[in-house]
């Protein structure tokens, strides 16, 4: 079996001229063989930069299109092939966009495998642990701290007993990031867990630290991304004087990054997102990473169905993947992109077991959507 095109295919709901808000953007991959199997991943990043990524022309021993690199190549060496566009790209890749392509890359390559083996990813990763993955809800609070009462409390009514919000007005400002807590603890009551992301808007550990005491009375389970990622002494600080847990790495790229973190941080939880850490084949050497420093790893997860669906396999052939995060993004990219997508039901998200990922994209939402 042969590579012979990878498909870049970049996706907005907004204008061109108009802002876009978490999950309305996306760029997938298809990449095609001359079997006529066609694997499926896609990158939660900037779309345009992660096309550039993969189409650029070679300039050097280091700077090669990673479509160049894959032509011809068997689809199934993926760790070959991960290595290769890992050394041809290291001028603009090694960390960032450029790894966020591979990681597009390298989920299409997995679906591609699943599929030719005719098993589901999760027996190729070695096997599922378990048929539903706990799932908490995100959602992005409404600006006026009452009326994220109703919200939340809908997701209770839904059967999420794990709830998180940030995005938005959340981290401005003290005063409103306090009443946004406040009614959402009132509205599910004591026994939901609640956590809070700040996207790094609190900026600094203090200002972190003396938000985190403000909001003890809510008993929060974990506070995410407090501040900037490469801020691993404010981390390490926070770590020591607040009772939640906290939370972070997001934005992080690859085992070498994930090992500085989990080195300095002293997070409780690490967030890798399998769109942008690298895809599948590095978030299995991230996961046992996060094993040796006795840190939970829950997966980042706010873009479309075909993330979700690589975020469960994963999981389900994780041994301690017992917690996902479930987009209440109401973006057609979420709900309509992938016309088989995982169900939430009662708490759980259902592991699926057909080939590959799993699933078939929405052609007409690819059209209607197409940048
Ligand atoms: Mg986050």
Not at 154 to 177: A, M
Not at 290 to 310: C, D, E, K, N, R
Request: hydrophobic letters at 40%; proline letters at 5%; glycine letters at 10%.
């Amino acid at each position: 079996m042969q590579i012979t095109n990878i498909e870049v295919i970049c996706l907005r709901v907004p204008a061109p001229d108009q802002e876009c808000e978490w999950g309305e953007d996306a760029v997938i991959v298809k990449v095609h063989t001359d079997t006529g199997l066609i694997g499926i991943g896609e990158a939660d990043s900037s779309p345009e930069v992660v096309r550039a990524c993969i189409e650029t022309s070679q300039s050097n021993l280091y700077s090669y299109g990673l479509k160049s690199l894959l032509i011809g190549e068997n689809p199934l060496e993926i760790e070959r092939l991960w290595n290769k566009m890992y050394w041809a790209s290291n001028y603009f890749g090694r960390r960032g966009a450029g790894i966020h392509a591979i990681s597009a890359i390298d989920i299409a390559l997995w679906d591609i495998a699943g599929q030719f083996y005719d098993v589901p990813l999760h027996t190729l990763l070695g096997g599922k642990y378990r048929d539903r993955i706990k799932a908490y809800g995100t959602f992005i609070p409404a600006p006026r701290p009452e009326d994220n009462r109703a919200i939340a409390a809908g997701l209770v009514k839904q059967g999420f007993t794990s709830i998180k919000f940030g995005g938005g007005v959340f981290g401005d400002d003290p005063e409103t990031d306090y009443q946004i807590v406040k009614h959402v603890r009132e509205a599910v009551g004591e026994h939901i867990e609640v956590q809070i992301d700040l996207a790094s808007k609190w900026r600094t550990s203090g200002h972190a630290a003396f938000m985190a005491e403000k909001l003890e009375p809510f008993n929060l389970n974990w506070i995410e991304e407090p501040v900037l990622a490469d801020d691993l002494a404010g981390y390490s600080k926070l770590a020591g004087k607040v009772r939640a847990k906290i939370a972070g790495g997001e934005s992080l790229t690859t085992r070498y990054e994930f090992k500085h973190f989990l080195e300095h941080s002293r997070v409780d939880i690490v967030q890798p997102d399998i769109t942008r850490c690298g895809g599948i084949t590095e978030m299995k050497k991230i996961y046992d990473l996060a094993q040796m420093y006795g840190v939970q790893l829950v997966p980042h997860g706010f873009s479309t169905g075909i993330l979700l669906a690589a975020s469960v396999h994963f999981l389900a052939a994780s041994e301690h993947g017992t917690l996902m995060e479930y987009s209440q993004s109401q973006s057609p990219l979420f709900t309509d992109l992938v016309a088989n997508g995982l169900p939430f039901e009662n708490g759980y998200v259902p592991v699926p077991n057909k080939p590959g990922l799993g699933i078939e994209l929405n052609e007409d939402i690819i059209e209607r959507y197409r940048a």
